[in-house]
């Protein structure tokens, strides 16, 4: 069965420290990646999606990047974090253009200060 | 622009009661919806689905009714229960697009 691991679950930082978020998925290959934010009164937001090994697409223009070095794992990125990059940060996955939806990782909640 | 459109942001239910969470779209284009259900500080869940071919899906306590003409989409919780109490998303795609288009979410609670 298919997994999807997201760390860490809670992160207090500094505003203007840089950022790194993980996520990995077990179990599948060439998995469609997706990196949303919660942030309070506007939903589940879009940042970053990709389909293959070094293939990101930008949802929003915004303090942050995403890369995905190997099959599997995506990751999300900052040099310098801003107040308003606080938020719940959730990666999901999902088979090709699939229409069951994602799969959602438990999600980490980012606080700058 | 949100194409995607929950406009009520709470909605309380007494336990055994309907609760009903409606949904909003703009683009014509969209063909296939789904709903999630969230609970604090967890990823959002997969509930239940629709496609622009159906004008509802039922599933247990859970239906989900589509009228096409309106741009609109409601969630029907019968019997409401105490753990059915979370944020629920509805999300939206096109046929050929990896993306989903989530909604800005309600937080149902339903009181014993």
């Known amino acids: 069965s298919q997994t999807i691991h997201q760390w860490p679950a809670t992160l207090v930082q500094p505003v203007g420290s840089p950022l790194s978020l993980e996520c990995t998925v077990e179990?599948?290959?060439?998995?469609?990646l997706y990196w949303y934010r919660q942030a309070a009164g506007r939903g589940l937001q879009l940042l970053f999606y990709?389909?293959?090994?070094?293939?990101i697409s930008s949802e929003v223009p915004q303090n942050l990047s995403a890369s995905r070095p190997q099959d599997r794992q995506f990751i999300l990125s900052s040099k310098k974090l801003l107040l308003s990059d606080s938020g719940f940060y959730l990666c999901?996955?999902?088979?090709?253009?699939?229409?069951?939806?994602?799969?959602f990782g438990s999600g980490t909640r980012l606080t700058v200060v | 622009d949100q194409q995607v459109k929950q406009n009520s942001p709470s909605l309380s239910v007494q336990e055994g009661r309907i609760s009903i969470l409606n949904c909003d779209y703009t683009?014509?284009?969209?063909?296939?919806f789904l709903w999630y259900k969230k609970y604090p500080a967890e990823g959002p869940t997969f509930l239940i689905s629709?496609?622009?071919?159906?004008d509802k899906n039922e599933d247990g306590r859970f239906t989900v009714f589509l009228n096409k003409s309106a741009k609109h989409l409601s969630l029907h919780i019968v019997p409401s229960q105490p753990g059915d109490s979370a944020v629920y998303f509805c999300?939206?795609?096109?046929?050929?697009?990896?993306?989903?288009?989530f909604g800005t979410g309600t937080r149902l609670k339903v009181l014993a």
């Open positions: 999901a996955w999902s088979r090709g253009a699939s229409r069951v939806g994602y799969t």
């Open positions: 179990g599948t290959s060439n998995p469609n």
């Open positions: 990709s389909v293959g090994i070094g293939q």
């Open positions: 683009n014509s284009m969209f063909d296939y």
């Open positions: 629709i496609s622009s071919i159906k």
């Open positions: 999300a939206a795609s096109s046929s050929g697009t990896y993306k989903y288009i």
